[in-house]
């Protein structure tokens, strides 16, 4: 998501991107250990669900970047998530769920600090890890931009990163 908002918008125009998976999933780092992942795994429906609206935001997703549109001239707007749609894009993730459970489950202890503690300072470091390493995708997304000159090459660009969002699909629904 963020190599094809560097790409189709530049840095500059893609950190709301960056921002919203950056602090939507630092959030879910922050509630996951208070509970709420307890409560989203102990309840095999919910998790269901969640494995299956995982995999139709992606699939929806990888359809938009495929498709999107090839010209110059196409607005950054309308190819980019924006901040809103990456930041709640990472609560129907169930990779970000993963991520936050194995985190938590890793990191937390029982007998260190407070839970609220803990948990602010998981979804803290994730957030200062997340920014710069974002950072370097939308870089490569625009470094790839000034590659793709042409219609065609920029086509094949949008279709090989909607197929491989696709193929991600695969390793949720396993």
Do not use: D
């Not at 780092?29 to 795994?41: A, H, R, W, Y």
């Amino acid at each position: 998501m963020l190599t094809a908002a560097g790409a189709h918008g530049g840095v500059l125009r893609g950190l709301p991107c960056l921002l919203g998976v950056a602090t939507g999933m630092g959030l879910m780092m922050f509630l996951v250990p208070l509970g709420l992942g307890s409560l989203v795994v102990g309840l095999p429906p919910l998790l269901t669900a969640l494995h299956w609206g995982g995999a139709a935001v992606l699939l929806w997703m990888s359809w938009k970047i495929a498709t999107s549109p090839s010209r110059v001239e196409a607005t950054p707007e309308s190819l980019s998530v924006g901040y809103v749609g990456a930041a709640v894009f990472q609560w129907v993730n169930p990779k970000s769920w993963l991520v936050a459970a194995s985190a938590a489950g890793t990191f937390l202890s029982g007998g260190a600090s407070s839970p609220i503690a803990q948990a602010a300072c998981l979804g803290g470091l994730f957030l200062l890890a997340a920014l710069p390493s974002g950072l370097l995708w939308l870089a490569f997304g625009a470094a790839v931009q000034r590659v793709l000159r042409g219609a065609r090459q920029r086509r094949i660009f949008n279709v090989a990163m909607g197929v491989l969002l696709a193929l991600s699909i695969g390793m949720i629904l396993r």
